[in-house]
T-cell receptor, first 113, second 113 residues
Framework: AQTVTQSQPEMSVQEAETVTLSCTYD???????LFWYKQPPSRQMILVIR??????QNATENRFSVNFQKAAKSFSLKISDSQLGDAAMYFC??????????FGKGTRLSVIA | DGGITQSPKYLFRKEGQNVTLSCEQN?????MYWYRQDPGQGLRLIYY???????QKGDIAEGYSVSREKKESFPLTVTSAQKNPTAFYLC????????????FGQGTRLTVV
């Protein structure tokens, strides 16, 4: 079975600082994808970044980057130069084989002005 | 514009009644999903469908039913057998089920009164 674990229910960061959200996962598949989704107060789920397991290079999208450690099955999200609009729930998700997306329980990020 | 539309945004149901949540997409996606979101629980999969006229149970299918008569539509019925239906429901779609990200609707908040 595929599982995703987010061990930090809540995190906070000062505006303009950097924060890292943790995620570990488990799958027996060799071909899989990992995602980070953002859910702001509007509750609309927004894709932040994706990582293909076969790619060694860590994905980057502007201020968002990941640290993908395949052997450790770790997939953390780093947010640089944090902004007030980054405040949201962040979900780590895994898709592998024919199994639909599996989500972690989420991390609530607060940004302090 | 292409996207996923869920309706209604808010829904109230009396105990013992069935209620149907609508989900329509015009992205020409093959796969569609229903997730339930409760505080501290992340997103849990209720049902998913890879093609028209076919669907599979997810992790928490009891008390729910779905149909997939058209590619664009994947309605979810919350039956009276669902013991704790009050929750936020998210519909999603993806190009296919394998290794692709999902796009989400705005969600429906169901409250039993």
């Amino acid at each position: 079975a595929q599982t995703v674990t987010q061990s930090q229910p809540e995190m906070s960061v000062q505006e303009a600082e950097t924060v890292t959200l943790s995620c570990t996962y488990d799958t027996s598949e060799s071909d899989y994808y990992l995602f980070w989704y953002k859910q702001p107060p509007s509750r609309q789920m927004i894709l932040v970044i994706r990582q293909e397991a076969y790619k060694q290079q860590n994905a980057t999208e502007n201020r968002f980057s990941v640290n993908f450690q395949k052997a450790a099955k770790s997939f953390s999200l780093k947010i640089s130069d944090s902004q007030l609009g980054d405040a949201a729930m962040y979900f780590c998700a895994l898709i592998s084989g024919n199994t639909p997306l599996v989500f972690g329980k989420g991390t609530r990020l607060s940004v302090i002005a | 514009d292409g996207g996923i539309t869920q309706s209604p945004k808010y829904l109230f149901r009396k105990e013992g009644q069935n209620v149907t949540l609508s989900c329509e997409q015009n992205l020409n996606h093959d796969a569609m999903y229903w997730y339930r979101q409760d505080p501290g629980q992340g997103l849990r999969l209720i049902y998913y469908s890879q093609i028209v006229n076919d669907f599979q149970k997810g992790d928490i299918a009891e008390g729910y039913s779905v149909s997939r008569e058209k590619k664009e539509s994947f309605p979810l019925t919350v039956t009276s057998a669902q013991k704790n239906p009050t929750a936020f429901y998210l519909c999603a779609s993806s190009i296919s089920q394998r290794n692709t990200e999902a796009f989400f609707g705005q969600g429906t908040r169901l409250t039993v009164v």
